[in-house]
């Protein structure tokens, strides 16, 4: 590539027609600093558009070299991502972004996205695992060191022979997180129970006005984090005050902002963690005392934390509390931060989009149940519940608009995707949010909440139908893919769904002047989307 020479020539050639004057030195000097900088926008704006030499994915103009895209990629990633959408005028072409000499590769085509979590042998997640459980979760160096054993991509020495922590975990992810485990059996109906008691402390017979998205995080932080948790941990206001503070601050803690600009984010993760340790503290005797087939009890909660929290105690010093609580946190945040917002999301289109709630009710009205004891409210058969093909469609609307995952990912061996290289050390992300928010797979209205459309349209040919549905699968990921998939998406889609049900059975909505708050899509890549303010309603128990 040798066309950058004759742009350099006439730039040198227009600086050289300036006389020497006073005036003219000092634009000469602005010029002369411009220079280099103009210099590397020229070359980059000439190879825009072609893959490096290579064979990686194009590399999109910039100004000063070393520093490349770091500047933006600090910024809004929304306005970022929304910029390489369409590079070349064509849908879903990668590109290569530079960051002081680290490659970072953005994937927005759905089946290239698809082909990278295939490739889950030398393009992995583990080797950020440090800087995120450092950054995001406070963990101590003892609690990255025992997360790292056996982990592809992390320096291994010193760690030889050690106890595999991720990947036991990893196993029981499986055994007590997926579909027919008594595991999440036993966590949904513990969901249930809580949050029909939580609503039965925070509702009556008569209306009564809330800020719905704050509401459902007051009873949803506590139902769900019971599911999991159990009684021991204190789930009040004071946690859930320190966590969503935390949480509104959390990809400024990814990107090392310091505390001055994001103040008291780091102090009420800290608060957090005090409670995780007061807990670790009160809880630790018993768990030798519980028999391994309990699947559920009041002190640990779900098996899966009890059987973690002992695997803890073989692999971290009694008295390392720092280390004991941080290991607990990324969990924690997982299970809190993206079901509540997502739930928020569709209890709000179900409750503003016409005629969805009544379509529901009449859908769910075979699932109900009679109340556990100490409530009023029912329950529902889960089972039935999360095989209604409305319910699932008001469910996988909400995801697509209200949530935003992304998949970083780092190349371990250089690795061939769709005719592109990625290179070794470079990171990859796979912008799925893009993908399920585009005009062109959804439609113009791809921004609106309809349904129907996971559904088969009245009077289209059910060949076409299934093939449209399908199409449409394939290009939601909002739980991420390959080995590190999000082990909990199946207890979130009970929980969510649970959760809707009982708002729509057994209360009554005023949503008069209301409307679905705007999702604050700066949080692109976080998960669970926030809402820029909330929004009032009425409501009372049926
Ligand atoms: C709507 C709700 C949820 C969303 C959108 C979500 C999304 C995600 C995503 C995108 C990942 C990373 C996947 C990847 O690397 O490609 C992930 C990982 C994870 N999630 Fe979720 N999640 C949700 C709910 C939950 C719940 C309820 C739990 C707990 C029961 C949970 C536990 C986890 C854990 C432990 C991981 C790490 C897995 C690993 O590293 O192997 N998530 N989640
Ligand atoms: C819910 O809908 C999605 C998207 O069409 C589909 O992949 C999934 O299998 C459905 N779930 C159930 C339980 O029907």
Same mark, same amino acid.
């Given at each position: 590539?040798?066309?950058?020479?004759?742009?350099?020539?006439?730039?040198?050639?227009?600086?050289?027609?300036?006389?020497?004057?006073?005036?003219?030195?000092?634009?000469?000097?602005?010029?002369?600093?411009?220079?280099?900088?103009? /210099?590397?926008?020229?070359?980059?704006? +000439?190879?825009?558009?072609?893959?490096?030499?290579?064979?990686?994915?194009?590399?999109?103009?910039?100004?000063?070299?070393?520093?490349?895209?770091?500047?933006?990629?600090?910024?809004?990633?929304?306005?970022?991502?929304?910029?390489?959408?369409?590079?070349?005028?064509?849908?879903?072409?990668?590109?290569?972004?530079?960051?002081?000499?680290?490659?970072?590769?953005?994937?927005?085509?759905?089946?290239?996205?698809?082909?990278? *979590?295939?490739?889950?042998?030398?393009?992995?997640?583990?080797?950020?695992?440090? /800087?995120?459980?450092?950054?995001?979760?406070?963990?101590?160096?003892?609690?990255?060191?025992?997360?790292?054993?056996?982990?592809?991509?992390?320096?291994?020495?010193?760690?030889?022979?050690?106890?595999?922590?991720?990947?036991?975990?990893?196993?029981?992810?499986?055994?007590?997180? =997926?579909?027919?485990?008594?595991?999440?059996?036993?966590?949904?109906?513990?969901?249930?129970?809580?949050?029909?008691?939580?609503?039965?402390?925070?509702?009556?017979?008569?209306?009564?006005?809330?800020?719905?998205?704050?509401?459902?995080?007051?009873?949803?932080?506590?139902?769900?984090?019971?599911?999991?948790?159990?009684?021991?941990? %204190?789930?009040?206001?004071?946690?859930?005050?320190?966590?969503?503070? *935390?949480?509104?601050?959390?990809?400024?803690?990814?990107?090392?902002?310091?505390?001055?600009?994001?103040?008291?984010?780091?102090?009420?993760?800290?608060?957090?963690?005090?409670?995780?340790? %007061?807990? /670790? +503290?009160?809880?630790?005797?018993?768990?030798?005392?519980?028999?391994?087939?309990?699947?559920? $009890?009041?002190?640990?909660?779900?098996?899966?934390? %009890? =059987?973690?929290?002992?695997?803890?105690?073989?692999?971290?010093?009694?008295?390392?509390?720092?280390?004991?609580?941080?290991?607990?946190?990324?969990?924690?945040?997982?299970? $809190?931060?993206?079901?509540?917002?997502?739930?928020?999301?569709?209890?709000?289109?179900?409750?503003?989009?016409?005629?969805?709630?009544?379509?529901?009710?009449?859908?769910?009205?075979?699932?109900?149940?009679?109340?556990?004891?100490?409530?009023?409210?029912?329950?529902?058969?889960?089972?039935?519940?999360?095989?209604?093909? /409305?319910?699932?469609?008001?469910?996988?609307?909400?995801?697509?608009?209200?949530?935003?995952?992304?998949?970083?990912?780092?190349?371990?061996?250089?690795?061939?995707?769709?005719?592109?290289?990625?290179?070794?050390?470079?990171?990859?992300?796979? +912008?799925?949010?893009?993908?399920?928010?585009?005009?062109?797979?959804?439609?113009?209205?791809?921004?609106?909440?309809?349904?129907?459309?996971?559904?088969?349209?009245?009077? $289209?040919?059910?060949?076409?139908?299934?093939?449209?549905?399908?199409?449409?699968?394939?290009?939601?990921?909002?739980?991420?893919?390959?080995?590190?998939?999000?082990?909990?998406?199946?207890?979130?889609?009970?929980?969510?769904?649970?959760?809707?049900?009982?708002?729509?059975?057994?209360?009554?909505?005023?949503?008069?002047?209301?409307?679905?708050?705007?999702?604050?899509?700066?949080?692109?890549?976080?998960?669970?989307?926030?809402?820029?303010?909330?929004?009032?309603?009425?409501?009372?128990?049926?």
């Amino acid at each position: 590539m040798n066309s950058s020479i004759p742009i350099a020539d006439s730039i040198r050639e227009s600086l050289s027609l300036i006389s020497i004057t006073p005036a003219s030195i000092a634009l000469y000097t602005v010029l002369a600093a411009a220079l280099p900088l103009v /210099y590397t926008f020229a070359i980059t704006t +000439l190879n825009d558009g072609k893959p490096t030499k290579d064979g990686e994915p194009p590399v999109p103009p910039y100004w000063i070299p070393f520093v490349g895209h770091a500047f933006s990629l600090m910024g809004s990633l929304d306005k970022l991502h929304n910029g390489y959408r369409k590079a070349d005028g064509r849908l879903g072409r990668p590109r290569t972004l530079l960051a002081f000499g680290q490659k970072i590769y953005l994937i927005t085509n759905p089946s290239s996205i698809l082909l990278m *979590w295939r490739k889950g042998k030398t393009v992995v997640f583990e080797p950020m695992l440090a /800087y995120v459980m450092k950054n995001l979760f406070d963990g101590t160096d003892s609690c990255i060191k025992v997360l790292s054993v056996g982990q592809p991509g992390v320096d291994q020495t010193g760690l030889e022979g050690q106890i595999e922590w991720a990947k036991i975990m990893h196993k029981w992810y499986i055994q007590e997180l =997926n579909p027919g485990t008594l595991g999440l059996e036993s966590m949904t109906n513990v969901f249930i129970r809580e949050t029909n008691m939580e609503l039965e402390k925070h509702t009556g017979k008569e209306f009564q006005q809330v800020d719905l998205f704050a509401w459902i995080k007051k009873i949803m932080f506590v139902s769900s984090g019971r599911a999991l948790y159990g009684y021991k941990l %204190r789930f009040d206001d004071e946690l859930a005050c320190n966590f969503w503070k *935390w949480d509104s601050g959390f990809l400024e803690l990814n990107k090392l902002y310091p505390d001055f600009m994001i103040p008291g984010v780091r102090a009420a993760r800290s608060k957090v963690l005090d409670e995780f340790t %007061r807990w /670790y +503290l009160e809880v630790k005797d018993s768990a030798g005392k519980i028999d391994d087939d309990v699947i559920w $009890e009041e002190t640990f909660g779900a098996r899966l934390i %009890r =059987n973690r929290f002992k695997l803890n105690a073989q692999v971290l010093a009694a008295d390392d509390h720092k280390a004991h609580a941080s290991i607990h946190l990324s969990l924690f945040w997982g299970l $809190e931060a993206n079901a509540i917002p997502a739930t928020s999301w569709m209890i709000a289109y179900i409750l503003f989009t016409p005629g969805v709630y009544e379509k529901l009710k009449t859908e769910l009205a075979p699932c109900l149940r009679a109340p556990v004891e100490g409530t009023s409210l029912p329950t529902f058969d889960v089972d039935m519940l999360i095989k209604l093909p /409305y319910l699932n469609a008001t469910w996988q609307e909400a995801l697509r608009l209200g949530v935003s995952s992304l998949s970083p990912r780092i190349v371990l061996e250089d690795t061939e995707i769709d005719g592109y290289m990625y290179k070794k050390g470079g990171m990859i992300q796979g +912008l799925s949010p893009l993908v399920q928010l585009e005009e062109e797979y959804w439609g113009k209205d791809a921004h609106e909440y309809k349904p129907e459309r996971w559904l088969p349209y009245p009077g $289209e040919d059910p060949a076409v139908s299934t093939k449209r549905i399908r199409e449409f699968q394939s290009k939601l990921r909002p739980f991420g893919g390959g080995t590190t998939v999000c082990p909990g998406r199946h207890f979130a889609a009970q929980e969510i769904q649970a959760m809707v049900a009982v708002l729509v059975m057994a209360f009554e909505w005023d949503t008069a002047g209301g409307k679905v708050p705007e999702i604050n899509r700066d949080f692109f890549g976080a998960g669970g989307l926030p809402a820029k303010g909330d929004v009032t309603v009425k409501l009372r128990r049926l």
